[in-house]
Structures are given as C-alpha cells and as structure tokens.
C-alpha cells in the first residue's frame, strides 16, 4: 500500500519538470515527438487534465466528506482529444502554469486527505 506523504512528493517532483520546461525553445515544446505522436505541449495539458478531473470529481469531495461516485463510461480517448484541443488553444507559458497550479492543487488536496480516506480509497484499489 502507497504511504500517502511519499505519494504527494512524487506528485511535486512533477513540478520541478514543468519548471525546466520553461526553457525548452516554443518550436520543440510543440512539435509532435515523432511521426503521429503528440508533442511535448499535448502530453503536459493531458496530464494536466486529469489532474484537474481527480481534484474536481474526487479529491474534493472526499476532503468535504461527500461520497465520490466513479463514472463508468468514461472515455478516456474523447477526454484526452479534447484535452490536447485545449492545450493547443494555449501559450507555453499558460500551458506550464496551468499545469503547475493543478498539480499543486492535485498534492494539496491529497495532503489534506484524512488518512482513513486515503487508506481506505488505496485499500479499495488493492481489491479491484
């Protein structure tokens, strides 16, 4: 079972990437890795979709005591599409600082996790 505190470290060591990221040249940070893959742009607004997906539908409630109902029929190809559109919409600049202050919200919602919630969520997640 996942320790909570080293969880939420590894969740800010992302940070210290999107910080470098800042000097990446905008010409690579958007130019596709390889022949139909996403570039370096999509692959950062993806994660940080999802960060912001588990702060709004999970995190949140479970820090105010609410029960958290999982969707099922969750598409994670159209979330991810749209998620890259997003992310093409904006700047490097924004992209990074979007992504920073969702991963922060991500680690800081976690941290304040009780942790009987947490243990019981990761518990639940050993099962399934």
């Given amino acids: 079972m996942r320790n909570k505190r080293k969880l939420v470290e590894e969740l800010q060591n992302y940070t210290k990437l999107l910080n470098?990221?800042?000097g990446v040249d905008?010409?690579?940070?958007?130019t596709p890795i390889s022949d139909g893959k996403w570039s370096i742009r999509d692959i950062v607004v993806h994660i940080m979709m999802w960060d912001k997906d588990c702060v709004d539908k999970t995190l949140t409630k479970l820090?105010?005591?609410e029960?958290?109902?999982?969707?099922?029929?969750?598409?994670?190809?159209?979330?991810?599409?749209?998620?890259v559109e997003y992310g093409r919409t904006l700047s490097k600049k924004d992209v990074i600082d979007q992504s920073l202050l969702r991963r922060n919200q991500l680690a800081s919602q976690l941290n304040r996790l009780?942790?009987?919630a947490f243990d019981a969520t990761m518990s639940r997640r050993t099962l399934n």
């Fill in 20 to 22: 470098r990221l800042h």
């Fill in 26 to 30: 905008d010409k690579v940070f958007i």
């Fill in 63 to 65: 820090n105010s005591g």
């Fill in 67 to 83: 029960d958290v109902i999982l969707e099922e029929d969750v598409d994670p190809l159209s979330f991810n599409n749209r998620a």
């Fill in 114 to 116: 009780p942790a009987e």
